[in-house]
């Protein structure tokens, strides 16, 4: 039971009251630790068996400080554990730490180390020394480092793609450029002026590059190329017809049989080799002896009419076109009776019948005189064509020439 305290001043408890009392004291002080029991670390061994966030405690002060504490006290242990507010925020002077993960909110002070991530909203514009630009443009930033100068560029890191560069110095040959400022002057310092150094556009050129046969290459048309070769014909031999490993060699084959009408040089007159004669040479070679043997003959009868004057009784010459009578003897006249026939008249008493020997020629080369009948006074001939005796046609050119013996 329970301790019996004295309801009325001045009354004692009695007997069984007071042994009352004691017992429970001594029933209670049987429940108590002993005194060994109550070490710190018996407390702390006790405490941790119900540790945990359904224990019930409540720390109000750690480390002798208060979650919400934001100046700690002179000497004061600066390990300590920081809090945050019913806000969720915490407050501190000097963060020294590694943070993973964002930072949402205002940062007042200094940061030394290193960040990484994205910040915004900053009321100070982060220096050079500091990682930044010290502007918040971006012309600020291209002055700031130099990108609008190109001359503050490293010159190994230079990387030009499209636009315009105006206002500079021409580039010389030995540093990449063309010395020039006008395609026309750049051709010039280049060596490739169209025309003088290089050949100009032309559509042909296109066909020579497009051409893939082999062979001798001939322009068809205006603007194409074309390969042939050369083959051979009848009588001929030919090596190398496509002229890939040297010249093409044309020979005729030994013995060749011609057909057709071959055509060959025509020698000049007198020549005397082994060269083939053409009919051209022939004819000149006959013509020549013609006119030769022709002179012999008129030289030679020329002499015998004067060596036979006594015994040639009459003779003429005369024009075989017009009858003109060039010489005669014992002639009186002469009449074209008909085309190429000719009756000559004889001085009477000349002849005593018509049993007289003639002869006669003409001085062209178409024609030949020819005897028709004789009377004592009369003689007709007739001029016919070579190798004739009756194609009877006037004679046109040259003379005609009659002998006459008894």
């Known amino acids: 039971m329970p301790i019996v305290y004295r309801v009325v001043q001045g009354r004692p408890l009695t007997i069984a009251e007071a042994d009352g009392n004691f017992q429970y004291v001594e029933e209670q002080l049987a429940l108590k630790l002993d005194s060994s029991d109550y070490t710190a670390a018996e407390i702390l061994t006790r405490l941790l068996t119900v540790d945990g966030s359904t224990s019930g405690l409540d720390s109000q002060y750690l480390h002798g400080l208060s979650p919400h504490s934001t100046v700690l006290p002179v000497g004061a242990n600066k390990s300590s554990v920081v809090t945050r507010n019913s806000d969720g925020n915490f407050i501190a002077n000097t963060i020294t730490s590694n943070l993973v993960g964002n930072v949402t909110g205002n940062l007042t002070g200094n940061v030394t180390g290193n960040v990484t991530g994205n910040a915004t909203g900053l009321s100070t514009i982060l220096g050079l020394s500091n990682g930044g630009t010290g502007t918040t443009t971006v012309e600020g930033i291209r002055t700031l480092i130099g990108l609008n100068t190109m001359g503050l560029q490293p010159s190994t890191n230079v990387s030009i793609t499209g636009g315009t560069i105006t206002g500079i110095t021409p580039l010389s040959i030995s540093n990449g450029g063309t010395g020039a400022n006008s395609d026309n002057l750049a051709r010039v310092n280049l060596g490739l002026v169209i025309g003088q150094d290089v050949q100009g556009f032309a559509p ?124 005669q003897k014992n002639i009186q006249s002469v009449v074209l009776q008909s085309e190429g026939r000719y009756s000559i008249n004889i001085t009477p008493g000349v002849f005593a019948n018509g049993n007289f020997v003639a002869a006669g020629m003409a001085s062209d080369d178409d024609h030949n005189v020819v005897y028709v009948s004789s009377t004592s006074t009369n ?23 009659v002998i006459m013996f008894a």
Not at 206 to 229: C, E, F, H, M, Q
């Open 379 to 401: 003689l007709v001939i007739n001029t016919v064509d070579n190798g004739s005796s009756n194609n009877v046609s006037q004679t046109t050119q040259g003379d005609v020439r």
């Open 204 to 327: 042909i050129l296109t066909s020579l590059s497009a051409l893939s046969t082999t062979g001798i290459v001939v322009k068809s048309d205006g603007t194409t190329l074309i390969s042939r070769s050369l083959t051979a014909g009848s009588n001929i031999s030919i090596s190398n017809g496509n002229a890939i490993s040297g010249n093409p060699t044309i020979s005729l084959v030994s013995s060749p049989a011609l057909s057709g009408t071959p055509t060959a040089p025509t020698a000049t007159f007198g020549t005397n080799t082994t060269q083939i004669a053409t009919t051209a040479f022939v004819k000149t070679a006959t013509d020549n002896l013609d006119t030769s043997l022709r002179s012999y003959v008129d030289t030679e009868i020329a002499d015998a009419v004067s060596a036979f004057t006594d015994s040639a009784k009459a003779w003429i010459v005369f024009d075989g076109s017009d009858l003109t009578i060039k010489a």
